[in-house]
């Protein structure tokens, strides 16, 4: 006989494959209680395959968001730095508030998503 763990893994997986094929919800539900389980306990399982599908969604745009201010204040602050070589100056500006703010998002979609 199979782990519970298991079964619920396998029951998730079968939902989000199903909500992956563009089924309708009571299609589902009827999906999840014909393998014997109670209505109740159908619509937390659909639930929360809906919730982890979300979460996965916002992780990724947190994680780009992120990525997208690290990158852009390493370019600005590399522009500056060569426009300060080849003008002579004896300064240029690092944007560390981009960079720190992008590392800091970065570690946010970790702490929350994943």
Do not use: C
């Amino acid at each position: 006989m199979a782990n519970t763990g298991d079964q619920i893994k396998l029951l998730h997986t079968e939902v989000a494959v199903l909500l992956r094929e563009k089924k309708a919800e009571a299609e589902i539900l009827t999906h999840i209680i014909s393998k014997g389980h109670e209505p109740y306990y159908a619509e937390l399982v659909l639930n929360n395959v809906k919730e982890e599908v979300a979460d996965k969604k916002n992780f990724w745009k947190t994680f780009f968001y992120g990525l997208g201010f690290l990158i852009s204040g390493i370019l600005v602050s590399i522009a500056s730095w060569y426009f300060a070589i080849s003008t002579g100056a004896m300064f240029y500006i690092f944007y560390w508030g981009l960079i720190v703010t992008g590392i800091s998002i970065i570690a946010r979609a970790f702490i929350l998503f994943r």
